[in-house]
């Protein structure tokens, strides 16, 4: 495997809104720089990215994928993340090991919801970003609207460094506004664009594009204004330098434009990427807590730095064994090693090393710094985990996934099922941070939660294509609550005396309500002696398992205070398990006595809308629960509501 300098290498992720055509470019690049011998297609058995038989099925890419390519002497590694909501959960991870973005929107249906959020996400990293509006071939393209979005929707002012000679069928050029030279592209090529004459009918706009161009790049700088200012133009080289320094500080977002589908305008965007995405020694070093003292240290490349690398993907291959997706942050990993997991606090066993090319798994000897490796078989090690050197050992602060919002009960079909499908899930939530699995103490069910139906559907039928594991699935059974309103005094007596050694057990409690949430409250008002220090906690102990099947229907009961107060003893009779049954008795016949009820459970959601769509959404939400309120985030209305009965709430998505 060529060796790379770090200046040489690039870690870019390919996001955008599911449907955009990322995986599509991804291919495209791919087939440009002779990766791939055909151009793959999403869908279908020839794509390098989506290869997984539910991605093929669905023609949608489901988990984040890896590859890399060779651009003018520079090595790519390309981490192509899905858009699709029920799917979003390599984002989080693979956003904290890349060093720049390509987000990729539709010509034909512009800035999305989940290009936002993962806009978003990408502002807290201060990860520089370029702009690639595909599909401009479409027939309803239009680049107007989605540079105006990008103003409002994410507060930047986008720089178009290209301008497209047309749209639809038409579009066959693009002009390269960074030296004012057209290239026109044959459909059905393998990318390369030709060297040709602007079209007359641009050569105005492009002359005004270039200059507002060069005005973006000058404001980035005081020198450089000034420099504006005084001669009317940047010298090349002030020009290059500063485009540079303002994408990769963020202060500009460049746009592109092409069709990753006939491959026309890629070799633009790769061109510009190596030439303006960091590289991972210009990017701020990933910062850890060395363990030994708690400081925070930067974990840089080429400093001569321990090893330190994060985990960002867990693949479960029933028959490879589990696949640990990396990158070295610092230092290198050497195959047939050890690792130290700073996450776990275990020392790992390393073998053969990889980087991936797709599915292919293409063996390397080292993972350098700065670059992105695979290694089977860890047995410790997850997603989202340290790898560090022992002697130095630091651990990367840990990853916020998002939380489940979709629940089904599984019941396995057979006894063999049953037998597997514990392990089987465990493996499956290896490589799935979003995915949980539960027994619920109450229902006895075995609940799996995701981030939508979905989601829940692919990890069923991967259950039962990777470990032949098959299930019935059923709606969660409601975990109803019982608790009360009134207060009562009752006596709960237990005598049982028939010759020799009876059992005697008198307690007189007091029953009342408290707030919701404050659970289980026993008081021992015991006074004079009327019942032994000895048999008090027998009597908490038995009314608390009476409040575990309440009087209405058995459900546990909640918010309950219970104060015993009075009571009386034998000398020979009593004994713990007496009290214990005479607290039970006292508090089943309280209970019943209190005005019980029963409490259905309140789901509390958080709605985020644009504000133009507020009064439709406000409308549903009266109708349907309690609207707490609603206040700005940005440009969109983030409204709080809680919702009586989990069976209204069909779905929902990770905000």
């Given at each position: 495997m060529k060796q790379y300098k770090l200046q040489d290498i690039r870690n870019i992720g390919l996001v955008g809104h599911g449907g955009s055509g990322k995986t599509s470019l991804a291919e495209a690049i791919l087939y440009f720089s002779g990766v791939s011998d055909r151009l793959g297609q999403v869908g279908d058995v020839s794509s390098v990215m989506d290869y997984d038989p539910d991605e093929v099925k669905r023609g949608h890419s489901i988990d984040a994928s890896v590859a890399f390519c060779e651009v003018n002497a520079t090595k790519i590694n390309l981490v192509d993340m899905p858009g699709n909501s029920n799917f979003i959960s390599d984002i989080p991870a693979c956003l904290k090991v890349v060093d720049g973005l390509i987000f990729v929107i539709s010509a034909d249906e512009g800035v999305q919801f989940y290009t936002e959020k993962i806009w978003n996400w990408a502002d807290e990293l201060n990860l520089p970003r370029i702009i690639f509006i595909n599909k401009l071939d479409h027939d309803r393209a239009n680049i107007a609207p989605i540079l105006e979005a990008i103003k409002n929707k994410f507060k930047k002012n986008p720089v178009y460094m290209q301008l497209p000679n047309s749209t639809g069928d038409a579009f066959s050029g693009i002009v390269d506004l960074i030296d004012n030279h057209y290239v026109s592209y044959d459909k059905g090529s393998k990318g390369e664009g030709k060297a040709g004459e602007t079209p007359a009918d641009i050569k105005d706009e492009m002359e005004i594009s270039h200059g507002d161009l060069m005005e973006a790049v000058a404001e980035v700088d005081d020198d450089l204004i000034e420099v504006y200012l005084e001669q009317g133009e940047l010298t090349e080289e002030e020009f290059s330098k500063g485009l540079k320094e303002g994408i990769q500080a963020g202060q500009l977002i460049p746009v592109l434009g092409g069709s990753a589908l006939n491959n026309m305008g890629v070799d633009l965007l790769l061109k510009a990427a190596v030439k303006y995405l960091p590289s991972p020694d210009i990017r701020s070093p990933a910062m850890a807590k060395r363990l030994k003292d708690d400081a925070e240290v930067p974990c840089a490349a080429n400093e001569g730095k321990p090893s330190s690398g994060l985990v960002f993907k867990t693949i479960a291959d029933p028959y490879a064994g589990k696949l640990t997706l990396f990158?070295?942050?610092?230092?290198?990993?050497?195959?047939?090693?050890?690792?130290?997991?700073?996450?776990?606090?275990?020392?790992?066993?390393?073998g053969q090393l990889y980087m991936l090319q797709g599915k292919k798994q293409v063996q390397v000897s080292e993972i350098p710094e700065g670059d992105m490796g695979t290694v089977a078989k860890l047995k410790s090690t997850i997603t989202g985990d340290t790898l560090s050197d022992s002697d130095e050992k630091v651990v990367f602060p840990p990853i916020s996934f998002p939380m489940p919002v979709f629940s089904r009960a599984l019941e396995p079909k057979t006894r063999a099922d049953e037998e597997k499908i514990s392990g089987s899930l465990n493996r499956l939530l290896e490589e799935d941070m979003t995915l949980k699995m539960e027994r619920n103490a109450q229902t006895g069910q075995l609940l799996l939660s995701g981030l939508g139906q979905v989601h829940f559907d692919v990890t069923l039928e991967r259950l039962k294509r990777r470990f032949g594991v098959e299930v019935n699935v059923k709606a969660p059974k409601v975990p109803y609550r019982e608790a009360i309103k009134g207060t009562t005094k009752v006596q709960g007596k237990y005598k049982k005396q028939t010759g020799g050694k009876g059992q005697f057990g008198d307690t007189w409690i007091e029953i009342s309500p408290l707030k919701r949430g404050e659970g289980y409250i026993f008081e021992d008002k015991i006074v004079g002696g009327a019942i032994p220090k000895t048999y008090i906690p027998a009597v908490d102990k038995g009314i608390q398992e009476a409040m575990e099947g309440g009087v209405i229907a058995h459900y546990p009961m909640v918010d309950v205070k219970v104060s015993l107060y009075d009571g009386s003893y034998h000398n020979v009779d009593s004994s713990e398990m007496a009290f214990k049954v005479a607290g039970s008795l006292g508090c089943k016949d309280?209970?019943?006595?209190?005005?019980?009820?029963?409490?259905?459970?309140?789901?509390?959601?958080?709605?985020?809308?644009?504000?133009?769509?507020?009064?439709?959404?406000?409308?549903?939400c009266f109708a349907q629960a309690w609207v707490d309120c609603a206040y700005l985030r940005g440009d969109l209305v983030l409204v709080q509501i809680k919702v009586v009965g989990v069976d209204q709430i069909k779905g929902c998505c990770f905000l």
């Open positions: 990158r070295m942050f610092s230092g290198s990993l050497k195959g047939d090693s050890t690792v130290y997991n700073s996450t776990r606090d275990v020392n790992e066993r390393v309280g209970s019943s006595k209190a005005d019980p009820f029963l409490m259905e459970p309140i789901m509390e959601l958080e709605v985020v809308v644009p504000e133009q769509y507020l009064g439709d959404v406000m409308g549903d």
